[in-house]
């Protein structure tokens, strides 16, 4: 459903409110734009709810029913609905501007850096979950993932010298310290991406991001 709010926020992500939604539910957001997200999709159902409310009255208001108490009753009641739903819209869409402003006021980001395909699906398994752990007998360290993406100790170690990447060292290697990504790695992952030099290889699209569709010459 659209909103009033829909190109201000393209203009502020760099992507379409779609891409925003599927950003959250992946979980690759940091706080503010969690938060945005989130009041988005709150002030889309509101929106849902004053076009349907508008679209009674419409059926209501024309010749197919006859002009008697009954329709004038259904008529009353269906503008109360609709001053409801217009009035909790308003407060959803106050709520999601608040949301936007944070973002349209921080500071520009720092440009998070180029990544390799190998990286990116790093990431992504990162994101659903990983922990780094240290076998009892060999002694080697392995991250675990729900993807079970291969991701090496040395991989992990630069993932984390770029900053993409944190450990929860509070928690031993023997047990399974959670690897999280940082808002520079999340920043990676959902920054729209951009052409690469000839011959580079563009980064894979999330699994469950459909691709975008090219015409045929």
Do not use: C, N
Request: charged share 25%; net charge positive.
């Amino acid at each position: 459903m659209p909103t009033a709010l829909d190109q201000r926020i393209e203009a502020a992500v760099g992507y379409d409110v779609e891409e925003l939604r599927r950003h959250r539910d992946g979980g690759l957001l940091d706080a503010p734009h969690a938060a945005l997200a989130d009041a988005h999709r709150e002030l889309a159902r509101a929106e849902r709810d004053v076009t349907f409310y508008r679209a009674r009255l419409a059926r209501l208001a024309s010749s197919e029913l006859p002009a008697d108490q009954a329709l004038f009753a259904s008529i009353q009641r269906t503008l109360d609905h609709l001053a409801r739903a217009a009035d909790a819209r308003d407060a959803k869409q106050a709520a999601a501007a608040a949301a936007l402003e944070s973002i349209e006021s921080a500071a520009p980001r720092q440009a998070p850096p180029q990544l390799a395909t190998t990286d990116v699906a790093a990431l992504l398994a990162i994101a659903q979950g990983a922990k780094l752990h240290e076998h009892l007998v060999t002694h080697r360290l392995a991250v675990a993932t729900p993807t079970r993406t291969r991701i090496s100790y040395a991989q992990l170690q630069r993932l984390e010298a770029m900053g993409l990447v944190e450990r929860d060292r509070a928690h031993p290697v023997q047990a399974g310290q959670p690897v999280a990504l940082t808002d520079i790695g999340r920043a990676a992952l959902t920054e729209p991406r951009r052409s690469g030099p000839p011959g580079t290889t563009p980064a894979p699209v999330p699994p469950g991001f459909p691709a975008v569709s090219r015409s045929r010459r």
